[in-house]
């Protein structure tokens, strides 16, 4: 995809969080001109990882109201490989992280290991349609918004464990800092000023 496709998914994705419905329609249009309509659907979709079934469902009711695409057939797959696509996928965005964030995740409660990994990343974020890097590049325009450092700083570290250049994820950045509060925006640049800091010394 071309930086323009990156930046109307980006977008698309921070109005969601950004709860800015006034500006979705637009939005869909753009990046559908930009992108495409499967990468405008996939991006809806995988937002209920982080903003909940109600906005992404709200968000895919306009969309289908709004565009000439026919609703898809379901998607075929074997649900008992969701878990291994889920490892596989967990550990590019994490890399050598991977097995601290399955123990701590594993320590606050086994389910929500299993979900993250077999769901989050194995059913939704492991689907064709958008390539990984551009998943995480919309997820890190959403979480900005969303005011989350924690959440940021993985996701920013996991857009350039996929292959994403720091310009590339600095863009996702700012475009989700369009729609962040004052205060949230000062933590999210404090966030990735300190990741690169650390990526640097780790290259040292």
């Not at 596989?88 to 601290?100: D, S």
């Not at 320590?107 to 990343?121: A, F, I, R, T």
């Not at 863009?171 to 990735?192: K, S």
């Amino acid at each position: 995809m071309t930086a323009a496709s990156h930046d109307a998914l980006e977008r698309l994705s921070a109005l969601l969080a950004a709860r800015r419905e006034d500006e979705l329609d637009s939005a869909m249009r753009i990046a559908e001109r930009a992108a495409g309509s499967t990468a405008v659907e996939e991006a809806i979709l995988q937002s209920y990882l982080f903003l909940g079934y109600p906005v992404a469902l709200n968000a895919m009711a306009r969309w289908r109201a709004l565009s000439a695409v026919p609703r898809p057939e379901r998607a075929e797959i074997d649900r008992s490989t969701w878990m291994d696509r889920g490892e596989e996928v967990c550990a590019l965005v994490y890399g050598g992280q991977y097995e601290r964030l399955r123990a701590n995740v594993r320590s606050l409660h086994p389910d929500m290991e299993s979900w993250m990994v077999e769901e989050g990343y194995g059913k939704v974020l492991g689907r064709p349609g958008l390539s990984l890097l551009e998943r995480e590049l919309c997820i890190v325009a959403l979480l900005a918004v969303l005011d989350v450092p924690q959440q940021l700083y993985s996701h920013l570290r996991g857009a350039l464990n996929v292959g994403g250049t720091e310009e590339a994820v600095d863009g996702a950045l700012e475009v989700g800092l369009q729609y962040a509060e004052p205060a949230a925006r000062q933590r999210a640049r404090e966030t990735w000023v300190a990741l690169r800091a650390r990526t640097e010394l780790e290259d040292c």
